[in-house]
């Protein structure tokens, strides 16, 4: 018995020999664009000085080193220095004479950027201890300390979300409220940058 060969099996080695070469075109097309496209733009922004400060952005955010501190936030200073400038940030610097901090919460409250950016670089503060604004499911193993908790020793900074953006301060109390996880970092990262000596 005869067998015919079939076309169809000498057509298929064909096909794959273009699709390689067509992948790879249009892969070095796309790489092209991409460079076109974000090209040197980037670079000219991932660094700057801020007040004789060198930033540079990393994917973990704008990181410097101050007063001989690593410090690294969210939010480099040019984004953050003209945010919230009615804000009594300067008023806070009392946090840095403390022995003891405390940064409250609620649990569920999506600030989890904001105290993570401020525990974090938390190295030029007293000892920080998380714990939460009232005791509620979700505290069993954090105190519980509010603005009547503070001292002249010990302070009190409480993160919260709520309908409006403020920052208050109440004797060593700070307490920072905004409407966006965004817009907490923000004030957050602007704090930090006071007390850093970043902003003046």
């Known amino acids: 018995m ?3 060969p079939s076309r169809s099996l000498e057509l298929r080695p064909q096909k794959k020999k273009w699709v390689l070469p067509a992948f790879l075109g249009g892969l070095l097309v796309l790489s092209t664009f991409a460079i076109i496209f974000s090209g040197p733009g980037q670079s000219s922004t991932s660094s700057y000085k801020y007040h004789d400060i060198y930033f540079r952005l990393t994917p973990q955010g704008w990181e410097s080193t101050v007063q001989g501190q690593p410090l690294v936030l969210r939010y480099g200073p040019k984004e953050l220095e003209s945010l919230y400038p009615d804000f009594p940030y300067a008023a806070s610097l009392f946090l840095l004479s403390l022995q003891k901090l405390y940064l409250s919460t609620l649990p569920g409250e999506p600030i989890q950027e904001a105290l993570r950016d401020f525990y974090l670089q938390s190295a030029v503060l007293p000892p920080v201890t998380l714990a939460c604004v009232v005791d509620v499911s979700g505290c069993e193993e954090l105190p519980v300390k509010g603005c009547a908790d503070a001292t002249e020793t010990i302070g009190v900074v409480i993160f919260r979300v709520g309908d409006e953006d403020a920052l ?5 109390c700070v307490t920072l409220v905004a409407n966006t996880t ?4 923000q004030m957050t990262d602007t704090l930090l940058y006071f007390l850093y000596g970043v902003f003046p």
């Open 168 to 172: 208050t301060v109440d004797r060593t």
């Open 182 to 185: 965004t817009s907490l970092t």
């Open 2 to 4: 005869k067998t015919k």
